[in-house]
Structures are given as C-alpha cells and as structure tokens.
Nanobody, 125 residues
Framework: QVQLVESGGGLVQAGGSLRLSCAGS????????MGWFRQAPGKEREFVAA????????YYADSVKGRFTISRDNAKNTVYLEMNSLKPEDTAVYYC??????????????????WGQGTLVTVSS
C-alpha cells in the first residue's frame, strides 16, 4: 500500500520561501494525479495546487497563482510544492493527496484515494 509522507514545513518570515516534499513509499506514484491542500486554523481544507500523473498539466488556486509551483519527479516518487513570497495567510497545515482522477483533486473531494499526514507551515509577519 502506498503511503504519502510530507516534509519541508516550518517557520518562515513573510516574503520568504519554503519547499514542501511529498514522498510516496510502498508503490509508485507515477500513475496518480497529485495535489496539495491546506487547512488553516478554524477553516475548511482548501485546494492549493495539482499536477497530472505525467506532469504536463498544473493547476493552482487563485490565491497562490504566481507564487507557488507544483512539480513532480516520478523517478524519485516525489511531488514538490515550491512556495515563494509567502504571506501570513498562507499559514496552515499542508497535505498532499493522490487520486487516479484529476477532477476529484480539483474539486477538493474528501474521498481522494491517498492522503499524507500533513506538514505545518507558519508564516510570521
């Protein structure tokens, strides 16, 4: 069974950068579409970014477009989220997820096949 493990979260000042990683273990992620979601305190989990299984198409929430970049390295079984120009409102627990159906990721379905445990990103002002 595939497990997703996020890393790279931490504390950063506003305007700074972080790179999150999501590594798959147990089986290849190359057949999965991948997404990043986040949940801020007291708020619903929201879609952040997605990449299709081959890496040719990427999708972003308006709130992060131009600042965040999602990418994948299927040889390393890892998906990345490069976050630049971070703002305090980006503070959240970030989760990666995987599903064979990209539309489910884009719609933020709660029934995605795989979820990671989350990594905390805190942006100070």
């Amino acid at each position: 069974q595939v497990q997703l493990v996020e890393s790279g979260g931490g504390l950063v000042q506003a305007g700074g950068s972080l790179r999150l990683s999501c590594a798959g273990s147990g089986r290849t992620l190359s057949n999965y579409n991948m997404g990043w979601f986040r949940q801020a305190p007291g708020k619903e989990r929201e879609f952040v970014a997605a990449v299709n299984w081959i890496g040719g198409n990427t999708y972003y929430a308006d709130s992060v477009k131009g600042r965040f970049t999602i990418s994948r390295d299927n040889a390393k079984n890892t998906v990345y989220l490069e976050m630049n120009s971070l703002k305090p409102e980006d503070t959240a627990v970030y989760y990666c997820a995987a599903d064979p159906t990209i539309v489910k990721i884009l719609k933020g379905s709660r029934s995605l096949e795989l979820w990671g445990q989350g990594t905390l990103v805190t942006v100070s002002s």
